[in-house]
């Protein structure tokens, strides 16, 4: 069965720590993984997206990880600050039948202490 | 902002009621997709349109039907509401179908509250 799990289910770290979310899916085959930042109340923003053939792609202090082998990829934060609060959500695209299709990951929830 | 509006913001309803909601996409983007976001749960897919055409169905339920208009934006129909359908749902676009690499722009979403 197709499936994207996330770890931890929420976080909450201090402001300027680090952390590192993960994502490990199940889905073949496969196309490509993103990670979308959630505030509350409003809609994902996607952050990165990463095909078979990237194993690393940063966007500012967001750097996201791939291992297409063991089918795991992480969400690393530097630096944390209090805007970084929100649900991160892995989201997985693979090729179905007929088209592409895309599953989410339920999210971690990260919350930012001052 | 995104470019993709969702109206309307909030909504409030009774059991067995019909409501609509309405999308419309990022200028360009031919594709919409419509989600739906239950209290603590992820994104369920439900349905995607590309060019007016359905292209794709997920997790939607009988009692819920979209279509996409010449004009690209998109409605949501949610007919004979249960207490369960209380939910955000949101609208994304794109410039094509799902294709690698390519970004979802999502809108801030409806809150349906059905009472």
């Known amino acids: 069965k197709n499936q994207v799990e996330q770890s931890p289910q929420s976080l909450i770290i201090l402001e300027g720590k680090n952390c590192t979310l993960q994502?490990?899916?199940?889905?073949?085959?496969?196309?490509?993984l993103r990670w979308y930042k959630q505030d509350t109340g409003r809609g994902p923003v996607s952050l990165t997206i990463m095909t078979f053939s990237e194993n690393t792609k940063s966007n500012g202090r967001y750097t996201a990880t791939l291992d297409a082998d063991t089918k795991q990829s992480s969400l690393h934060i530097t630096a944390s600050q209090l805007s970084d609060s929100a649900s991160y959500i892995c989201v997985v695209s693979y090729w179905g039948s007929s088209a592409s299709k895309i599953i989410f990951g339920s999210g971690t929830r990260l919350s930012i202490r001052p | 902002d995104s470019g993709v509006t969702q109206t309307p913001k909030h909504l409030i309803t009774a059991t067995g009621q019909r409501v609509t909601l309405r999308c419309s996409p990022r200028s360009g983007d031919l594709s919409v997709y419509w989600y739906q976001q239950s209290l603590d749960q992820g994104l369920q897919f439900l349905i995607q349109y590309y060019n007016g055409e359905e292209r794709a169905k997920g997790n939607i339920l009988e009692r819920f039907s979209a279509q996409q208009f010449p004009d690209l934006h998109s409605e949501l129909n949610l007919s004979s509401l249960e207490l369960g359908d209380s939910a955000l749902y949101f609208c994304?676009?794109?410039?094509?179908?799902?294709?690698?690499?390519?970004?979802?722009?999502f809108g801030s979403g409806t809150q349906l509250s059905v009472l």
């Open positions: 994304a676009s794109s410039p094509r179908p799902f294709a690698t690499n390519e970004k979802l722009f």
């Open positions: 994502c490990n899916y199940t889905v073949s085959p496969f196309s490509n």
